[in-house]
């Protein structure tokens, strides 16, 4: 049995590698400040950091420490001072920043941060770190080591788009636009006209699988695999979130905030239960990687990227999507003359030319393994079931043990079953052991290799990709076989 929990976090890993977001937008304050200096500047207009009292910047330990109430002001906030705790709260739109006298740990929207500097009273005047404060409220700091100055600018700092760096991936979407694709910096840029960036977004850290259900509607798995928060999104439509995830070694099962039961959730199919615990819809994994992306105003991007490519690449947003152009990442040349390559699960053969020949989607999978010179084929047919079969068309049900304490031990590639015959088995990633009295292997299945099955729909013939030790082999609907070759990736 696969643990689907740790295939699922690399396939998060690989996906995290593909997005971006954040719209560029102008500059609406900027501050000014210049060490041992009592006055700053407001969009070029001098005014003083603490009204009054003639107090000036200064550097400790390598960070600059200030007044921050007029400076707080002036970036649109406010201050509040708690003279019993000796604690300064600042807020700002939806944030709020708390620094202790003192303490180097500072809350930002109630998560601890560690400060290089602790706040201090200096001649009676509280004196706070200003990049901290700055950055906290959405602010970029430069620091000027010749003047001893600080510039404080309100909103990301602008990211230039040019067109001839290759990091940039100009991909024309169905809507007419061009989306340049960073996978470095996690960035994508809109452009219209002349390659001009009309929006730039940045990857907000949500990366997820893309389900379709049996209707042929669209979903996007988002996961916070840190905090195992989950939120499945609708095409262009709501989202449903999820709480008290009830974890085991194979699957997830997850109270929807829309009432639903998911079951399995974030397996290769996820069912959609309801309060009776009937199954009202069956969601299956597309083979797409989805990555979330937001402007400055909170715009959201989704960005789902088919694996190794494909045409099922696209961009979505407020309801509106376009498909992005097809791309290749790797490809094998056949013994045949013919190039293979894979997009969005689908076999796709290309001519001399890259003219698609025919595109042949995957239809079932399987590995192949060997006992006594007898060929065994096991499928895993939902996370808790697999099916041992013999070429004879001997079957047996293969069933995860809920009730083997060795299931339970944490980070374990081992899973015991329960099978149909009475005999106990164990799967590991790339064999199958069958267990006697105590525990004892009885047999050892040796594994000839990994299977996957692609159907040319309107011949109804099944090509089969056969993953070896050393090479990959299609064999073909009448038996040749054709040997694949790696050209690029």
């Not at 042929?216 to 709501?238: A, R, S, T």
């Not at 796709?348 to 999978?365: H, I, K, T, W």
Request: net charge negative.
């Amino acid at each position: 049995m696969k643990n689907y929990k740790t295939l699922f976090a690399a396939g998060l890993t690989a996906a995290l590698a593909i997005g971006a977001a954040a719209a560029v937008q102008a500059e609406e304050t900027k501050l000014e400040f210049t060490i041992n200096n009592a006055y700053m500047k407001v969009n070029g207009v001098p005014a003083e950091i603490d009204p009054g009292k003639g107090t000036a910047p200064v550097i400790a330990d390598g960070r600059t420490l200030l007044p921050i109430r007029a400076v707080v002001e002036a970036m649109g906030g406010t201050a509040e001072w708690d003279a019993e705790t000796k604690t300064t709260t600042l807020k700002k739109d939806d944030d709020n920043i708390q620094l202790t006298i003192g303490s180097k740990t500072a809350y930002l929207n109630g998560s601890a941060d560690t400060l290089d500097t602790a706040p201090v009273i200096i001649n009676g005047r509280t004196m706070l770190p200003l990049r901290f404060i700055a950055e906290g409220f959405g602010f970029v700091t430069d620091w000027d080591a010749e003047t001893k100055s600080i510039t404080v600018t309100q909103g990301k700092a602008a990211v230039e788009y040019d067109n001839s760096d290759w990091r940039y991936n100009e991909r024309g979407g169905t809507d007419g636009k061009i989306y340049a694709i960073d996978a470095d910096d996690a960035t994508i840029f809109v452009l219209g006209k002349d390659k001009k960036p009309e929006a730039v977004y940045t990857y907000m850290g949500s990366t997820g699988v893309v389900y379709s259900d049996e209707a042929g509607k669209m979903y996007m798995l988002n996961v916070d695999l840190e905090n195992q928060k989950y939120e499945l999104i609708k095409k262009g439509g709501d989202a449903v979130t999820f709480d008290d995830i009830t974890e085991t070694a194979v699957s997830l099962d997850a109270q929807g905030s829309d009432g639903m039961l998911y079951k399995s959730l974030a397996s290769r199919t996820m069912y959609v239960c309801d309060k009776d615990g009937k199954t009202v819809n069956k969601l299956t994994q597309t083979g797409e990687y989805d990555a979330v992306y937001a402007d400055e105003n909170g715009g959201k991007l989704l960005y789902a990227h088919a694996k190794n490519g494909g045409p099922d690449d696209y961009i979505t947003g407020e309801g509106t999507s376009a498909m992005l152009e097809r791309e290749y990442f790797v490809t094998y040349l056949g013994s045949d003359g013919l190039t293979y390559t894979w997009a969005n699960e689908t076999l796709v053969v290309l001519d001399d030319e890259f003219n698609v020949m025919r595109e042949l989607p995957f239809v079932n999978d399987y590995e192949l393994l060997d006992l006594d010179d007898d060929t065994y084929t096991l499928h895993h047919e939902s996370p808790i079931v697999s099916v041992l079969e013999s070429m004879d068309g001997k079957k047996v049900t293969l069933t995860y043990d809920e009730n083997d304490e060795r299931n339970k031990a944490a980070d374990t590639e081992r899973v015991y079953y329960l099978g149909s015959d009475g005999k106990a088995y164990s799967i590991v990633p790339g064999g199958v052991t069958v267990h006697g009295k105590a525990g004892k292997a009885e047999a050892e299945f040796e594994n000839l290799g990994y299977c996957v099955e692609y159907k040319d729909k309107a011949k109804d013939e099944i090509y089969t990709l056969v993953y070896g030790s050393d090479d990959m082999t299609i064999i073909m609907p009448r038996g040749e076989s054709v040997k694949l070759m790696e050209t690029y990736g």
